[in-house]
Structure formats: C-alpha cells, structure tokens
C-alpha cells in the first residue's frame, strides 16, 4: 500500500498466463490472487510478483477491481480487430515539463527530480526533463540544469530537454543534454504571441540550433503546435501544418510531434491534418500530442494509431492545465493512455501501476487533485 | 464559484457568452472523401446520430443529492429544447431501492411533452410499467444484465429470472403499442465477475431483442471497456441483432468513453446515451465519474460532420443549470472549457 490513499490494483498477468487463461476460458475471478504483475517487457522480460487480496464483501472487492480489465483486454486480438493498429507505441512522457510548466504552483527541484526517477522507474522510454529557456519567461524551470544534472539516467531512457534557441542548446549540452527538442507552430499569430516572431523567423533559429546539434550528434525533436487549431487564428488549415512539418522534418529533426495545443480537436479534424502531413512526412517520423481540454484526446489519438502514428505524448496525471482556457485541463494524461493502448493490446513497455504511483506523487507535492480518469477510478479517497 | 461563468451575472445570455468560443459552432462540413488506394481503418461514420440523453434518469439516480422535483422537471424542459429526441425522464421503480426517482409520477405528469419527443421511463417490472402508463408514459425500458453476479446483487434474481420479469412488460406493452427499450449492463465488464465474454453479451440481447425491444442499448456500465472490447462485444452482438437496432452507452469511469463510442460509430452504431454534465458518478469507484458527458459526444460528433440535431449550447445551457442546482462542477470537458471565468 501506498500509504497515499490509492488502492494499488490487481496486478496484470503475464502472456504465459494469458494463454493458460485463454485456454481455460474461464472469467476473470477476482477474490483470490490468481493474477500476477508484467512490468515493463520492453526492459527486457518482466519480474513477476503476486498479489493476492483478502476476501471482502462485493461492493469493496468490486470498488478495488480497477485494472483486472487491462488482463481481460490483454488477451491476443484477432488480426481483424487489430486491422492496421501499430503493434507497439512509444510513449513520450511530457509531466516534468510541458505539464509542470503549465502548473500553477512551482515545485522543488528534488521533487522534479524525485518525480523523474519515478516516471523512469515505470519503463517509459523518453522523459522530457527540463526546458532550457529563460527563467524569466518560464520561472518552473529556472533549475534546469540542476535537474538534468541531479536525475538518474536509466540506460535505454531519453530526456529530451526543450532548447528555444542556439544559447539554450549550448547551456543544455553543458548540462549534459543528449537529445533536445525544438518548438515550431503552423500558426503566425501563435508564434508572434508566443515568441514574438513570424514562424519563418523561427525557423531561422532553430537552424542554428540544429546546425550545432548536427555537429554535436544530438538529436533534435521537433514540435508543431496549433495543428487543429490555434487560440488567436482558429482554424488552421492542414496544408500549413504539413508545410512546416516538412520543414522542420528537412532540417534534420528526427521526429515530428504533432500538437493540438488548445485541445479543440476532433477525430475528423485529425484525420485531415495527418492525411496533409503524411504526404510530406513518413508516419513512422510522426508523433501525436493530443491535448484534452475539450474532452477528445484518446478518440483524436485513436484515429492517429489507425492512421499508422506510434509515437504519443502524454502527460502524467494529466498534468498541465490550458493556459488559453481558464480551470480547464490540458495534456492528456499518461495513465489513461497506457489504459487504453494496453486494452487494444499494444505494447508500450509501461508499467502501469508505477505510472500511476508517480502521478499520485506529483499530486501531492502540487496539492492538487489528478486529471487521471483510471487514477481517479482507482483510489479509494 | 462554482461554475456559473460571471457573464451571467451580467445578464448576458449563454448563446451570446458561448458564440464567442470559437469551437462551439454548427457541425462541421463532413471530413473528405478518403482518396483510393488510401487504407486507413476509418470507415465511414453513419450520417446520423440519435442522441439518447439518460441525464434526468441514469444521472441523477446516481447524484447523491436529492434533486427537487421542479428542477427535475425544468431540467427535462431544457433538455426537450436543445434538439434532443429521446430523453430519459425517470424511473418507475420501488422508491425504497430508488429514493431519487420517487417522484416519478408527478415528474412524468408535469413535464412539458415536446413534439417529435419521445420520454422513455424505466419500468423494472409489470407493476412499475402499469404506474408509467397511468402516468402517461409512452414509452418505457428494461434492464437487463450480461452478469449473473450483477443481477443478484442488483436486483436479486438470476438473467433467466429477470428476462421472464421482463417478457412480461413486453408482452403488456405491446399490446398497448408502447415500444420498449432493452438496456444490457456489464457489456464490457462487471464489478463483480471481471471479464463478461462478448456471446453473453449476444445471447442477452438477443432475448431481450427477440421478447420485441425495438433497440438494445449496450452498457459499458462500470466503464473499463476500451476499443478493443468494443469492437469484440460489438462483432458478437452484430451477428444476432441488426446494427441499427444497437446503441452504445458508455461510461467515462476510466476515461475511454469517447475513443469507445468513436469505434462503435465506426462499426456502424448509430445511436448514442449520454448524460448532460456528465450526471452520475459510479456507484463502483468512489469519487470516479459515471456517464460520459452529452456535450462532449455532441462536440465531438459536430467536429465529425455527424448530424444529431441537438444544440450544443442549449444542452450546455441545461447542464450549467443542473449543476448550479446540484452545487457541483460539470464533468463535461466541453463546459469547462468554454465557461471562462
């Protein structure tokens, strides 16, 4: 126990016993510990461990059932279920950055750094640690370089730090920076406001950055925001996404995220922007960052997967509220995303109850409540 | 406080307040054909969506607060006004069990009866559905289960047991022509069995079809589902029951509300339940949401180019006015969003 109020969940089976299962056909029980943890695979084969709960009447037993669905929904798919749904997605943890720096209340550099070796601890493969940017536009990140300095590097983890020009780059280089990330928009009045430059401006920038990244060997994602929509312009047209996706993907980043900063979203939306953008960039350089202020991430992610996508941002607990739509959320969050692509059967090498331990973490330190929905479903507050 | 935005205050109507929001619009123009040799898994969305707004019923039965019976009332006047065709009013059950919808009666007979709409209560049993009729229903539902477990802790008798209550309210209903709806909860999972296999889901609906409800509503009631379950209890049910007689009710519990109801849209379900503001928690997570939020499917369905014939700001305007009475904050995204302070 957590001793935090979260009921830790029944832990998941492993294949072997998903095939035993299988061939039993028997239904899920829950009240004796039949069922055994699969932590991270993608780190190499999973330690096993039981869990096993103590008899309870229903209506406990049934409030602590979170994640037995993840097994039931973990058996083989069918090929035609499955149809073009990637085998494995990666999952590209954004909490320690996108999401703390959209958080109100700033948080020691400790529990960042706390927070971080948790997020690594769970199997995720990249973990954004830190923005290089001027404390004076982004004081929650005024300790960058102590917290890249101060984390503990998992070997086969990433920590991109976010470098908004050649002085950041230098600065996150210095610090130990091995890969780093740079932020684009495909609207002019986004980037204006933002970084007070039209997005050709920009560009020039971040070529400075990639020419000393190139010459470094480091490597440089790349993000577009606004792609389905922009607080100041409102609608953005695909074409215009694609146009600086190409860009940015010609200039050397070796993927592009793309971001639905504001959340507005939908399955149709999505769908037309990927349509433009995968004629000028291969699907398998793309990557989805879907926002949920308006309640549509994991359908818009959904239809970013059938297109071929495998490469999702999220955010732990969902941290990170809108800035452009007051007490409304942003990022989605991570735990619910591993809920999902775990139910269709996709491997993402996270361990989902570390995930959630993490989430319940940060909460804490921010004294706020989680964005999670499974978290939310899970915890017996 | 709370999430009244401080426009109103002003006197400025919601319309006008939420015309601002750029997002909130009429349903966008539907997304371009796909180009051949194109083969994404996105097949077509049906051109329509029959929204089934289960707020006054499934929602505020699962509120902890009782709701007044006038507010009751005007919410299902607002509702009636946003373009809704189908809204669940309320619930002719025992109020010993049910102590929110004891007030069923006066709420059947008091609220106004839009054209063109229909009001659907639940009738658990014979001696439910005759008070629904003497209180005007014309149109009632049955809740069926694909757990046994669920059924005895529900309502105390196995599926076999149930399905024979529950041939009994057909058989009475139709000989009053009063169409029926037949509700399968636990489609996707059940609190207390784990994993429901997709054929049970299949054979209960196929009964409840074959006793003559006009539509099976499957229930996704403890919200664990995601589309890959979906899509397996749907390829089950699909092959008993003809798609146009499914609709999906799913519950947000655990967030997938909205992908699950997408792949449902996507294999062909053409009708929707969902609730104003996201009503109703779950009575099997603390603290965890319940039904997914009308307005968020409605957003979603208009960004899709889908017709459902509902205005999403009325329903926005109904929900605000249920959560102000309920002293809560909306569980629509949507809401959240777009009430600015």
Request: glycine share 10%; net charge neutral.
């Amino acid at each position: 126990m957590l001793g935090l109020g979260l009921t830790l969940p029944r832990p998941l089976p492993t294949s072997a016993e998903l095939t035993v299962a299988n061939e039993a056909a028997a239904p899920a029980r829950g009240s004796c510990g039949t069922w055994v943890t699969c932590s991270a695979a993608g780190r190499g084969e999973g330690h096993v461990t039981r869990g096993r709960l103590s008899r309870e009447r229903p209506k406990m037993v049934a409030a602590k059932r979170a994640l037995p669905w993840l097994a039931a929904s973990l058996r083989p798919i069918s090929s035609t279920a499955a149809g073009s749904l990637p085998k494995q997605v990666k999952i590209v943890e954004v909490g320690p950055r996108d999401g703390l720096q959209n958080e109100k209340n700033i948080v020691p550099t400790q529990v960042k750094i706390s927070l971080i070796n948790m997020l690594s601890e769970t199997g995720l493969p990249v973990i954004e640690a830190t923005s290089f940017v001027s404390p004076k536009w982004v004081p929650q990140m005024a300790d960058h370089t102590e917290v890249l300095q101060g984390i503990q590097k998992f070997p086969g983890v990433s920590y991109p730090v976010l470098t908004p020009n050649l002085k950041g780059f230098q600065a996150a280089v210095a610090a130990g920076a091995k890969e780093v990330s740079i932020f684009g928009a495909a609207s002019e009045l986004f980037t204006k406001k933002n970084i007070n430059c039209s997005i050709e401006e920009s560009l020039q920038r971040f070529s400075e950055v990639m020419h000393a990244a190139g010459a470094a060997g480091i490597a440089v994602r790349g993000y577009v925001s606004c792609v389905l929509g922009c607080p100041y312009e409102g609608k953005i047209a695909p074409a215009k996404v694609a146009e600086v996706s190409k860009k940015m993907y010609s200039m050397g980043c070796y993927e592009i995220s793309l971001g639905d900063t504001i959340g507005v979203g939908t399955p149709g939306s999505m769908k037309e922007m990927l349509s433009a953008v995968m004629k000028e960039v291969p699907v398998g350089a793309l990557a989805v960052h879907c926002h949920d202020t308006y309640g549509q991430a994991l359908a818009n992610t959904l239809v970013a997967l059938q297109m071929g996508v495998s490469v999702v941002d999220s955010s732990v607990a969902g941290l990170g509220g809108c800035p452009y739509a007051q007490g409304a959320s942003g990022n989605v969050a991570t735990e619910d995303l591993v809920y999902m692509l775990h139910g269709l059967g996709i491997h993402t090498g996270v361990d989902l109850q570390k995930l959630m331990e993490a989430g319940v973490f940060i909460c804490k330190a921010l004294n706020r409540r989680t964005s999670s929905k499974v978290v939310q479903a899970s915890s017996r507050l | 406080m709370g999430t009244v935005p401080s426009a109103l205050k002003h006197c400025l109507s919601y319309q006008h307040l939420l015309k601002e929001q750029l997002w909130i619009g009429e349903p966008a123009a539907p997304p371009p054909a796909l180009h051949p040799g194109q083969e994404f898994q996105i097949s077509g969305f049906p051109d329509y969506v029959k929204i089934v707004e289960v707020g006054p019923r499934d929602g505020l039965q699962n509120e902890k607060v009782t709701v007044p019976t006038d507010i009751k009332i005007e919410l299902i006047n607002r509702l009636s006004k946003a373009g809704l065709s189908v809204i669940e009013a309320t619930s002719f059950v025992s109020s010993k069990w049910v102590p929110q919808m004891a007030d069923h009666t006066e709420v059947m007979r008091r609220i106004e009866r839009h054209p063109g709409v229909q009001y659907p209560v639940l009738t658990p049993n014979l001696q439910g559905f005759h008070s629904a009729i003497a209180a005007g229903a014309t149109e009632v539902s049955v809740f069926g289960a694909a757990s046994e477990s669920f059924n005895k802790m529900n309502i105390n008798c196995s599926i076999e047991e149930s399905i024979e209550k529950f041939e009994e309210v057909t058989k009475s209903a139709q000989n009053m022509n009063i169409p029926v709806r037949g509700y399968v909860s636990c489609a996707l999972g059940c609190p207390y069995e784990g994993n429901i296999i997709p054929a049970k889901v299949a054979e209960v609906s196929k009964q409840l079809y074959s006793m003559g409800c006009y539509e099976i509503s499957l229930g996704d009631t403890i919200g664990v589902g995601t589309p890959g379950s979906m899509k397996r209890m749907l390829e089950a049910v699909m092959k008993e029951i003809p798609v146009s007689a499914l609709a999906v009710h799913c519950h947000d519990t655990y967030g997938q509300a909205l992908a699950n109801i997408l792949t449902a849209l996507q294999m062909g379900v053409g009708v929707v339940d969902s609730a104003v503001a996201g009503l109703g928690g779950c009575p099997y997570a603390k603290g965890a949401t319940g039904n997914v939020a009308t307005e968020d499917v409605l957003y979603m369905l208009n960004g899709l180019g889908i017709n459902t014939g509902v205005n999403l700001y009325k329903v926005m305007e109904a929900g605000n006015f249920i959560c102000t009475a309920l002293n809560k904050k909306t569980n629509s995204k949507v809401a959240q969003a777009s009430f600015n302070v």
